[in-house]
């Protein structure tokens, strides 16, 4: 098959390498290593060793220099582990030679990260995008799948005169045809599911409600966020890359202004850029929102890294001016200290928890806040034969109160301000006395 081998099926135990190539760069190698080791164990493999390399130079057959290349390989021997996974991208020849050399699989962060989405994909475009993705990622690789039959090509020479063909060759070119065959089949695919998006979107659209998506790094607790605001059932699991696929909620604001909310699915750090190509679709949500709530998981020691990835990632998508609501979650994990440095470096964040629900009333004010130049409140006085616009103020926006002692409909209601005008001639007015007005004396 051409596709990439399904190494998280055979694989039992890995030896994790993180190579650097400059010395100041230390500390991130070592974070990159410890979210490497997180990716891993969400595949299920077990880590016997998880090794910070530092080279000189990049090589161009194993990455790093020859010596140390040996050194871990007889690492891996002694350990026994089935597999070398590098949190560096190794070009395919790369891959063949550690391949060839170790006696073991050989993978990079990359082809972690498709297995991770692969495993995690539900729905139809979900597994398309993954798909593509996959199918990118493995064409150059169709060398290194199908050397076990390098030997079997037949002899040189013959009456011809010229070489003949060997059958892995052969099988090879036949694979690689088969593949961008699929590929352009997925590409089609994902263009018709595109379609039904903006068909939806514009469906959207003729009810002008305003829309927010959700972003931030992975396991930051978008999809916890989107369930404790609209009580959804959206799958909210503390694993990484649990949500593949936008779920889009309706939400009412505390001034009955209705707000559709999106889950997106979360960045990481050195994201594949075909991963952030391949799930442009579904990440369009994030570029067409009014704003965007952006979470991070406040708790965790690399916050303003993962914070500063989404933000990159977000600029990448054209999404970067967008106005934002910074969401920092799971506050109920930190002390206080943490949570003065963390006011300090971001004063105009809100602190919540998704899990105990504190600070979600002052989210659900900033919210109203954020879309307070789209709404407007009135006071009417509107007479029984115009309650065409009583529905209406139902329908697109919030009646607070309603009264119809007095033989009209008398309502207060928050509408969406392009609705202003319509009802602008029932706006209701204190009547005040006339300066020629005297009072009545017996």
């Known amino acids: 098959m051409f596709d990439i081998r399904e190494k998280p099926q055979v694989v039992r135990s890995a030896l994790l390498v993180g190579a650097y190539f400059d010395r100041r760069q230390s500390t991130e190698a070592a974070e990159l290593l410890e979210e490497l080791e997180e990716l891993v164990r969400t595949l299920g493999i077990g880590i016997v060793s998880a090794d910070l390399v530092f080279a000189r130079e990049h090589t161009a057959r194993h990455l790093i220099g020859k010596g140390k290349a040996r050194e871990l390989m007889a690492k891996a021997k002694e350990l026994e582990c089935d597999c070398i996974i590098f949190d560096n991208e190794l070009s395919p020849a790369q891959q063949r030679a550690w391949e060839q050399e170790s006696g073991v699989a050989v993978i990079d962060r990359h082809e972690v990260i498709l297995d991770i989405f692969n495993m995690r994909a539900q729905t139809r475009e979900a597994r398309l995008q993954v798909e593509l993705a996959r199918l990118e990622y493995s064409i150059p690789r169709l060398t290194r799948m199908w050397g076990h039959l390098d030997r079997q090509g037949g002899s040189g020479g013959g009456a011809g005169g010229g070489a003949a063909r060997g059958e892995g060759e052969t099988q090879l070119e036949v694979d690689r045809r088969l593949a961008y065959k699929r590929l352009d089949k997925v590409k089609a695919d994902l263009e018709e599911v595109k379609k039904q998006r903006d068909t939806m979107r514009k469906e959207r659209s003729r009810v002008p409600v305003p829309h927010a998506a959700i972003v931030g790094y992975t396991n930051a607790g978008k999809s916890s966020l989107l369930n404790k605001l609209t009580e959804a059932e959206v799958l909210a699991e503390d694993k990484l890359f649990a949500t593949l696929d936008t779920t889009t909620r309706r939400l009412e604001l505390p001034d009955g202004q209705p707000l559709l909310l999106t889950d997106t699915v979360g960045f990481i750090r050195n994201l594949p850029h075909d991963l952030v190509q391949s799930f442009r679709a579904t990440l369009e949500e994030a570029v067409l929102a009014d704003f965007l709530i952006h979470v991070v998981d406040a708790s965790s020691p690399h916050a303003l890294?993962?914070?500063?990835?989404?933000?990159?990632?977000?600029?990448?998508?054209?999404?970067?001016?967008?106005?934002?609501?910074?969401?920092?979650?799971?506050?109920?994990?930190?002390?206080?200290?943490?949570?003065?440095e963390l006011r300090r470096?971001?004063?105009?964040?809100?602190?919540?928890?998704?899990?105990t629900g504190s600070g979600l009333d002052d989210l659900f004010h900033r919210l109203h806040d954020m879309l307070l130049d789209r709404v407007v409140r009135l006071e009417l006085s509107i007479p029984?034969?115009?309650?065409?616009?009583?529905?209406?103020?139902?329908?697109?926006?919030?009646?607070?109160?309603?009264?119809?002692?007095?033989?009209?409909?008398?309502?207060?209601?928050?509408?969406?301000r392009q609705f202003e005008s319509r009802f602008a001639p029932f706006l209701r007015r204190e009547k005040k006395p006339a300066k020629s007005d005297k009072p009545l004396t017996k």
């Open 384 to 416: 029984l034969e115009r309650m065409d616009l009583v529905a209406l103020a139902h329908e697109q926006g919030k009646v607070l109160a309603e009264d119809y002692e007095r033989g009209v409909a008398d309502i207060q209601c928050v509408v969406p």
């Open 345 to 355: 470096r971001f004063p105009e964040a809100v602190f919540i928890s998704t899990r």
């Open 305 to 340: 890294e993962h914070y500063q990835t989404t933000t990159r990632v977000l600029a990448e998508l054209g999404a970067g001016e967008k106005r934002v609501l910074l969401a920092l979650n799971k506050s109920d994990l930190m002390d206080d200290a943490r949570q003065m």
